[in-house]
Nanobody, 128 residues
Framework: QLQLVESGGGSVQPGGSLRLSCAAS????????LGWFRQAPGKGREGVSC????????????YYGESVKGRFTISRDNAKNTVYLQMNSLKPEDTAVYYC?????????????????WGRGTQVTVSS
């Protein structure tokens, strides 16, 4: 059974950096799209970034939400079955619980409901 475990969250000051990790077990994820999402208090879950899986045509294409472009970088290490989110120049509005999700298909999807498996999340707090 697929399990996803996020780590790397914490509290940082504005302008700081964090690197989130999401380690998977129970299923090899190299062929599947992996996404990072976040949910701030009182708000719905939103997509942050996604990286496509390996299908021999469009491997490891990355997508970002407008609010994080140029600051966040998604990457994956298929050998470690892990996806990362490097977050730089953090802002207070980045404060949220961050989740990783897997879509059992190589392509990323805009519709969050199409992500089939989720981790439990890791808290990121950006505050002075």
């Amino acid at each position: 059974q697929l399990q996803l475990v996020e780590s790397g969250g914490g509290s940082v000051q504005p302008g700081g950096s964090l690197r989130l990790s999401c380690a998977a077990s129970g299923l090899s994820l190299d062929k599947y799209a992996l996404g990072w999402f976040r949910q701030a208090p009182g708000k719905g879950r939103e997509g942050v970034s996604c990286i496509t899986g390996s299908d021999g045509k469009n491997d490891n294409i990355t997508y970002y939400g407008e609010s994080v472009k140029g600051r966040f970088t998604i990457s994956r290490d298929n050998a470690k079955n892990t996806v990362y989110l490097q977050m730089n120049s953090l802002k207070p509005e980045d404060t949220a619980v961050y989740y990783c999700g897997v879509h059992i298909h190589p392509r990323c999807r805009d519709d969050i409901s199409e992500y089939d498996h989720w981790g439990r999340g890791t808290q990121v707090t950006v505050s002075s």
